[in-house]
């Protein structure tokens, strides 16, 4: 019987559809070894670790070295474990991703929608923050903080991450923005809405996918960043990379391997927890505009 012209072609099991299986298997496995290993490490005690095979599962597996990184493994001459740096981090990190996103935003619609004379100048300054390398704003940065009195605290983290963040989360606004048609705008003005009330009422609304982009991008961004952490924190206000990094440095009589790996994946649980969860509206974010313009 001869098949019908718009049935879809069959899908049989070909040595090419073989080889692209077996290639995906090796990228998987060669990105996820590391983390098998960390959490394997995590859940074995020292004396395992040292009869056993990096490779190797866990024979007892136990969460006392995760006790032990998160409130009383040494970080330098405090052992106190990284709940104290964990907590600085969510202070920081929240407040963060909400001001630097709600801004950007902000930028965003008046770039796209609200021209003025100068607005492409200033957006291309914006951008060039972007590109510009971290460590050129140090010193200057830092100059600023103390002019301002929030020197080595966490509400200092707070400023030098909405500023760092400003300008990518303009750029991704401003181009999702870009696809919003103007006549929307222009019909809330002849109906008499106001620059806010369009803003927050039809704007925002319509900002779902580039909001899920925006926030998972500064979160991950703002945790995982060690080189504001250290130059601009106090010894109250380290964040969570500081204190991995102390932990890992800190010399002892015996090096705990299994800690080390604990306080690791402590250190990168949340963002590991924000792309398990949000990955998908992720790339569908970025698929609606995030990066058109």
Same mark, same amino acid.
């Given at each position: 019987?001869?098949?019908?012209?718009?049935? $879809? $072609?069959?899908?049989?099991?070909?040595?090419?559809?073989?080889?692209?299986?077996?290639?995906?298997?090796?990228?998987?496995?060669?990105?996820?070894?590391?983390?098998?290993?960390?959490?394997? %490490?995590?859940?074995?005690?020292?004396?395992?670790?040292?009869?056993?095979?990096?490779?190797?599962?866990?024979?007892?597996?136990?969460?006392?070295?995760?006790?032990?990184?998160?409130?009383?493994?040494?970080?330098?001459?405090?052992?106190?474990?990284?709940?104290?740096?964990?907590?600085?981090?969510?202070?920081?990190?929240?407040?963060?991703?909400?001001?630097? %996103?709600?801004?950007?935003?902000?930028?965003?619609?008046?770039? %796209?929608?609200?021209?003025?004379? !100068?607005?492409?100048?200033?957006?291309?300054?914006?951008?060039?923050?972007?590109?510009?390398?971290?460590?050129?704003?140090?010193?200057?940065?830092?100059?600023?903080? !103390?002019?301002?009195?929030?020197?080595?605290?966490?509400?200092?983290?707070?400023?030098?991450?909405?500023?760092?963040?400003?300008?990518?989360?303009?750029?991704?606004?401003?181009?999702?923005?870009? !696809?919003? $048609?103007?006549?929307?705008?222009?019909?809330?003005?002849?109906?008499?809405?106001?620059?806010?009330?369009?803003?927050?009422?039809?704007?925002? $609304?319509?900002?779902?996918?580039?909001?899920?982009?925006?926030?998972?991008?500064?979160? %991950?961004?703002?945790?995982?960043?060690?080189?504001? !952490?250290?130059?601009?924190?106090?010894?109250?206000?380290?964040?969570?990379?500081?204190?991995?990094?102390?932990?890992? *440095?800190?010399?002892?009589?015996?090096?705990?391997? *299994?800690?080390?790996?604990?306080?690791?994946?402590?250190?990168?649980?949340?963002?590991?927890?924000?792309?398990?969860?949000?990955?998908?509206?992720?790339?569908?974010?970025?698929?609606?505009?995030?990066?058109?313009?």
């Amino acid at each position: 019987m001869t098949p019908s012209p718009t049935s $879809p $072609p069959a899908r049989g099991f070909s040595a090419q559809r073989a080889i692209l299986l077996l290639a995906l298997l090796l990228f998987a496995a060669f990105f996820l070894g590391p983390l098998y290993v960390m959490v394997s %490490t995590s859940l074995k005690s020292m004396d395992e670790v040292r009869n056993g095979t990096l490779l190797s599962l866990p024979l007892s597996p136990s969460f006392a070295a995760w006790s032990k990184a998160w409130s009383s493994a040494c970080t330098g001459t405090d052992c106190g474990g990284l709940r104290p740096f964990f907590m600085n981090s969510v202070l920081m990190v929240v407040p963060a991703v909400l001001v630097s %996103t709600a801004l950007g935003a902000l930028n965003g619609y008046v770039l %796209t929608k609200w021209r003025f004379r !100068g607005s492409e100048l200033l957006f291309a300054l914006l951008l060039f923050g972007v590109f510009m390398p971290m460590q050129v704003v140090l010193l200057p940065m830092s100059q600023v903080l !103390g002019t301002l009195g929030i020197a080595s605290s966490v509400w200092g983290l707070i400023l030098v991450h909405v500023l760092a963040g400003l300008p990518s989360t303009t750029l991704f606004f401003r181009n999702y923005y870009a !696809g919003l $048609p103007d006549e929307l705008i222009k019909a809330a003005t002849l109906d008499g809405a106001s620059f806010w009330q369009i803003f927050l009422r039809i704007v925002v $609304p319509l900002s779902t996918p580039i909001l899920v982009v925006t926030l998972i991008w500064q979160f %991950t961004a703002i945790w995982n960043d060690f080189l504001y !952490g250290v130059v601009f924190s106090g010894a109250d206000s380290k964040p969570i990379t500081v204190g991995l990094n102390n932990l890992a *440095n800190t010399s002892s009589s015996v090096k705990e391997y *299994n800690v080390d790996m604990a306080a690791a994946l402590i250190a990168a649980a949340p963002t590991l927890i924000v792309y398990i969860v949000a990955g998908k509206y992720f790339v569908r974010g970025l698929t609606a505009g995030a990066v058109k313009g």
